[in-house]
C-alpha cells in the first residue's frame, strides 16, 4: 500500500498552521497573566479553518486516490488512532489521567470524536452524493437552526463555542464546513487572490468579534445566527488570502516553507497533548508557565508524531 505524501508547502498547510496555532491559544486562558485572559480567543476561527482544511484535503486525496475505499478511510484512521491511543495510555500509567476502554474505540477528546464521525459520514456523501454537495451543505441549516430555538433556555450559551450544552449545534455546524472545503476543492480551479482579500478577511475577523462583543455587552442572545454566517466569511477569506500570501517573497524561504509545513503536520498532536501539558503548566505563574506549556507541548508533539509514523510504517511492513 503507498502512502500519499505532499512534499511542500501549500496554501492548505499554510491555513492548518494558523488553526493549530488558534486552537491551542484558546486553550491558554490560565497561563496569561490576570487581567489577559482575552487574548486566550479564537478557537472557533481554527476549529473552523480546521475542518475545511479537511474536507478540501479529503476530497483532492480521494478523487486521486488508487486505493479502495477500506484502505483510504483506513489511511485516516491509522493517523489518528496510534497517536491517540499511546498518549492516552501513557497519560493514564504515569499521570494519573482517566482512562476508559471506551477509549479505544471513542477517544474522549470532542475535536477526535467529532473528525472520527465525520471521516465515515463524508466519505459516504463523497462516495455516493458528491453531485449534491450544496445541496446537503444547505440542508444542514435546517437541523441547526431548528435546535437553536428549541434551546433558548440555554441561552446565554454561544451556541458554536460552547461545547458542552451545544454540542449537537457545534457538530452540525463543523461537518457544514468540513462540506464547505469540499466543495471548493471540487471546482479546482486558480484562486485569483489579491491584496484586497487580506484587506476583507481583516475587516471579517473585525466584525466577528465585533458582533460577538455586541451580543456579549447587550445580551442579545437571540440574533446569534448571524455569528456562524460571519465565521463562514472568515473562513472563506483565509482560504483565499492564503493563497495570496503563500505567494510573497518571504514566504518562499525553504526554512519558513519547512517549519510550517512541518508544524501544520503535527496538529494532530499538539491537540492530543496540549490539555494535559497545559495543566501541568498552571502550576506555574506567567511567563514560566505560558513558555514552558509550549515547548512542552512542542517536545511532546514531536516525539508523538515520531513514534506513531514508526508504527504505521511496521504495520504496513508487516500486513
Not at 446537503?136 to 463555542?161: C, G, K, N, Y
Not at 475577523?205 to 454566517?229: A, N, R, T
Request: charged share 15%.
Amino acid at each position: 500500500m503507498n502512502l500519499e505524501k505532499i512534499t511542500k508547502m501549500d496554501f492548505i498547510s499554510l491555513i492548518r498552521f494558523v488553526a493549530t496555532l488558534l486552537i491551542t491559544n484558546s486553550h491558554f486562558g490560565d497561563l496569561y497573566p490576570s487581567g489577559y485572559t482575552l487574548l486566550a480567543t479564537g478557537g472557533m476561527i481554527g476549529s473552523a479553518l480546521f475542518f475545511f482544511c479537511s474536507g478540501y484535503s479529503l476530497y483532492i486525496s480521494f478523487s486521486k486516490t488508487k486505493l479502495s475505499s477500506l484502505q483510504w478511510l483506513l489511511k485516516r484512521f491509522l493517523r489518528i488512532y496510534p497517536s491517540m491511543w499511546m498518549f492516552r495510555i501513557f497519560s493514564w500509567l504515569f499521570l494519573g489521567e482517566d482512562f476508559s476502554w471506551i477509549n479505544i474505540i471513542i477517544p474522549g477528546y470532542l475535536f477526535l470524536n467529532a473528525i472520527i464521525i465525520f471521516y465515515l459520514v463524508f466519505y459516504f456523501i463523497i462516495r455516493y452524493f458528491a453531485k449534491y454537495l450544496k445541496s446537503i451543505t444547505f440542508l444542514l441549516i435546517i437541523p441547526f437552526v431548528t435546535a437553536f430555538f428549541l434551546q433558548s433556555d440555554r441561552f446565554p450559551d454561544f451556541i458554536i463555542e460552547d461545547t458542552s450544552n451545544c454540542y449537537h449545534l457545534h457538530y452540525f455546524y463543523l461537518f457544514a464546513i468540513m462540506l464547505s472545503g469540499a466543495i471548493l476543492a471540487k471546482r479546482n480551479k486558480e484562486i485569483n487572490s489579491n491584496k484586497y482579500d487580506l484587506l476583507k478577511l481583516f475587516t471579517s475577523i473585525g466584525l466577528y468579534y465585533g458582533y460577538k462583543g455586541l451580543l456579549i455587552h447587550y445580551e442579545l442572545w437571540i440574533f446569534q445566527l448571524l455569528l456562524p454566517l460571519l465565521l463562514i466569511i472568515v473562513m472563506y477569506y483565509f482560504f483565499r488570502a492564503s493563497n495570496f500570501i503563500i505567494k510573497k517573497k518571504y514566504f518562499r524561504h525553504k526554512s519558513v516553507q519547512s517549519f510550517i509545513f512541518y508544524i501544520s503536520n503535527l496538529t494532530l498532536d499538539i491537540y492530543i497533548v496540549q490539555f494535559v501539558c497545559i495543566n501541568y503548566a498552571k502550576n506555574y505563574s506567567f511567563p514560566i508557565g505560558y513558555f514552558g506549556a509550549i515547548v512542552l507541548i512542542a517536545l511532546l508533539a514531536i516525539l508523538l508524531n515520531y513514534l506513531s509514523k514508526q508504527i504505521v510504517k511496521f504495520a504496513y511492513t508487516k500486513f
